[in-house]
């Protein structure tokens, strides 16, 4: 283009530029660049590893999401952020069992959401030398480490290989928004990762999205490369599959999934409703294969890369994810139906890449396929569904609903043997419990000696869970089932 400047215009601004450079000598600031590393925090505290093994939840931290639902920020400026590495059978397609290796006991491990500025304080204990209760294979010890790609520290200090029964704790704020991959990091890492360790950091900008949504849920993509185990072992009866190093190498998987399950959440949509906005956070995390990710039947109206909102594109089909990229994208449910989400590769959608956002989904029963526990009866009052969410994630280590006993008892049926009252005091201190309560000392005694930890809980959670087991308790006898080792 051809701007023809008279004179007089040209006068114009150069006076304008001199007014604004008079503006920055009189002390105004330029713009402030969000990445300003001046203002970073980029001098974390040495990591510590040390001997002393955490035996409660394999995941802990308010800032932790276990399913596809994202919980809402947690607003404290430190979020506290415990993932232990635990090897695990998990299902990965109907019949499929498969011996994974995990952060707090699930694939993809549990997403921490954060906001720029804000410190994570985090720490593992490799566990993958302790049994799974109820299975009887699992692989060998060995080491694992994590590498937060939110984080910027020393790889060598913070990101090392810890043994068997060792703890590491180390800290680091976060200061770019985005969808961040976290990993294993111990050699060979392509197995580490193809065996299930891994998942999604997410990072607001420090002012929130520019945009309001009504739903918000996390996508992570993955593929497994398996075989039927050589040494034809079981796992609850179905035969064993392990990891396929040839196939691995081979950039061959047999499975592409969503959030760990083949065709993950189509048996369990996520729900949406017409006339709604909904903001998804897609991580592709590999580890080798690009998606192409896609809903049918809709628009992105904004697909920021990365998950940052200073990379934003509009009106897109599908978004282009490589190893370890994400994106967030935003688009309306027009009208009522099940929109299709799928990696448009279509080999890779072909392989289990598929989910559905539905009007017509429960939005109760969405968690549950993650969970790799049997979508059966769902609560519905606020309180109980939110003692079921958080006895799935602090409680199913120990604990089943109507699967029979594990380190601890099953706890179907427990509201017809104890008091609430009773409850309530052993939930708050179960280890004054044990001191002084003569059915506590007796129940200690069935279950080896083995006392629970005290759990932390605050009076609104020992309610919810009281809430939780009544409703276990309401329903007809087996409807209910959880155990989390499946
Ligand atoms: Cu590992």
Known sequence: MNTVRTPARLVRSLAAAALLLAGCDQGARPPSDPYDVGKMDLKPAPAKVGSERHQGAFAEGDALSMGAELKRLDPSPVKTVRLDTAHKIIEIAPGVKFSAWTFGNQVPGPTIRARVGDKIKFSMTNRSDEPVPGVQVTAAPMMHSMDFHAAMVSPQDKYRSIAPGQTIEFEFTVNYPGIFMYHCGTPMILEHIASGMYGAVIVEPRAGYPTKVDREYVIVQSEFYTKPDPEKRKADGAPLHVLDGDRLRASQPTYTVFNGVHNGMVKTPLAAKSGERVRLHVLNVGPSKTSSFHIVGTIFDRVWIEGNPDNQFRGMQTVLLGSSNSATVEFMIPEAGSYIMADHHFA?????????????????????????????????????????????????????????RKLGPDVAGVTKRRSDAWLARWLKAPEKMLEMDADAKAMLKEFNNLPMPNQSLSDVEVKQYIKYFHWIDAQPAGAVKASGAH
């Open 348 to 404: 890779n959608a072909s392989q289990g890449a598929i989910g559905l956002i539905s009007t017509d989904a429960k939005p109760e029963s969405k968690d549950l396929e993650h969970h790799n526990i049997p979508a059966s009866a769902a609560p519905s009052d606020p309180d109980t569904v939110q003692g079921k969410l958080n006895f799935e994630s602090k409680c199913l280590a120990c604990h089943s609903v109507g699967e029979g």
